[in-house]
């Protein structure tokens, strides 16, 4: 069955510390790959990207996420984090040839940014 | 702000009754998605509409259901209501298969 999988539900970190989120999924094709975040209260919002090409993306607020097709994996980096990144993120999947993109979400990483 | 609205941001009824939540996407885009977000099951899809067609279901309950109407605005209506139904609903666009862009979601609470 088609799946994304979030290793972690909870990180605790303080402010500037290094934060790797990792996800991975298992899915039979080509896949496009997305990670969301979701502050406090809010709506999700794309963080960043992958459809082909790169394997290395830059998103958005300083994150980057990195593709390792071999392993089915599209972990989310971010070199230096602030109280600011405290919230939930998503790792998010679809099939290049699903014509209409439905998005397959993992289970969310809920991140705590300490001072 | 994405640009994709949904109203009303919270509601609150009573288990058996019937609600709509509305949706417009942002401008130029032609496909929409509802999601339905809930502790116990997480972010799940229920169901996709392109241009007015509905072009993918996922875990939709019958008691649910949707459409999108000439100017691409959705409607999502959730009948018999029961308190497992208490949940997030969010709404995306997107233009054709690219990222989809999310409203800020409303809030259902059925007592």
Redesign the interface.
């Known amino acids: 069955a088609q799946s994304v999988s979030q290793h972690n539900h909870h990180v605790i970190l303080s402010e500037a510390a290094s934060l790797e989120l990792g996800c991975n999924y298992s899915y039979g094709g080509t896949v496009n790959l997305f990670w969301y975040v979701q502050y406090p209260g809010q709506h999700l919002q794309l963080l960043l990207k992958y459809f082909s090409g790169d394997p290395l993306v830059k998103g958005i607020k300083g994150f980057e996420a990195e593709f390792i097709k071999s392993k089915f994996s599209f972990n989310l980096r971010k070199p230096s984090v602030q109280w600011s990144d405290t919230a939930e993120y998503f790792c998010a999947v679809n099939l290049s040839t699903d014509s209409w993109g439905k998005l397959q979400f993992g289970a969310g990483t809920q991140v705590v940014v300490t001072p | 702000d994405?640009g994709?609205t949904q109203t009303p941001k919270h509601l609150i009824t009573a288990t058996g009754q019937r609600v709509t939540l509305r949706c417009s996407p942002r401008s130029g885009d032609l496909?929409v998605?509802w999601?339905q977000q809930s502790l116990d099951q997480?972010?799940?899809?229920l169901i996709?509409y392109?241009n007015g067609e509905e072009?993918?279901k996922?875990n939709i309950l019958e008691r649910f259901s949707a459409q999108q109407f000439p100017d691409l605005h959705s409607e999502l209506n959730l009948s018999s209501l029961e308190l497992g139904d208490s949940a997030l609903y969010?709404c995306?666009s997107?233009v054709?298969?690219?990222?989809?862009?999310?409203?800020?979601?409303t809030r259902l609470t059925v007592l």
């Open positions: 994405s994709v496909s998605y999601y997480g972010l799940q899809f996709q392109y072009r993918a996922g969010f995306a997107s054709g298969r690219g990222a989809q862009f999310f409203g800020p979601g």
